[in-house]
Nanobody, 116 residues
Framework: QVQLVESGGGLVQPGGSLTLSCAAL?????????MGWYCQAPGKQRELVAT???????TYADSVKGRSTISRDSAKNTVYLQMNSLKPEDTAVYYC?????????WGQGTQVTVSS
């Protein structure tokens, strides 16, 4: 059974940085077609933040380009999202996402709050 376990969220000051982690359990990491993060602020639609495909193709939302870096560590079955120069508008619940063929999986979500 596939499980996505997120960590790294929390409270950070504007201009600060944090790194989100998402570990994929119960699956061979190489079998994941694409993986990344979506975010959802209260009362708003869930939106793409960043993804990386099995072949290494990376996509970023315009709002985080230049401030965020997605990467992966196959030895740990983990994908990371390093977020820098954080803004209050980045405040949201961040959900890890993975797709294996035609099946999608979601992590439990981790809260990111950017506030002074």
């Amino acid at each position: 059974q596939v499980q996505l376990v997120e960590s790294g969220g929390g409270l950070v000051q504007p201009g600060g940085s944090l790194t989100l982690s998402c570990a994929a359990l119960g699956i061979i990491f190489a079998a994941i077609d694409d993986m990344g993060w979506y975010c959802q602020a209260p009362g708003k639609q869930r939106e793409l933040v960043a993804t990386i495909t099995r072949s290494g193709t990376i996509t970023y939302a315009d709002s985080v380009k230049g401030r965020s870096t997605i990467s992966r560590d196959s030895a740990k079955n983990t994908v990371y999202l390093q977020m820098n120069s954080l803004k209050p508008e980045d405040t949201a619940v961040y959900y890890c996402y993975a797709r294996i063929k035609y099946i999608g999986y979601w992590g439990q979500g981790t809260q990111v709050t950017v506030s002074s």
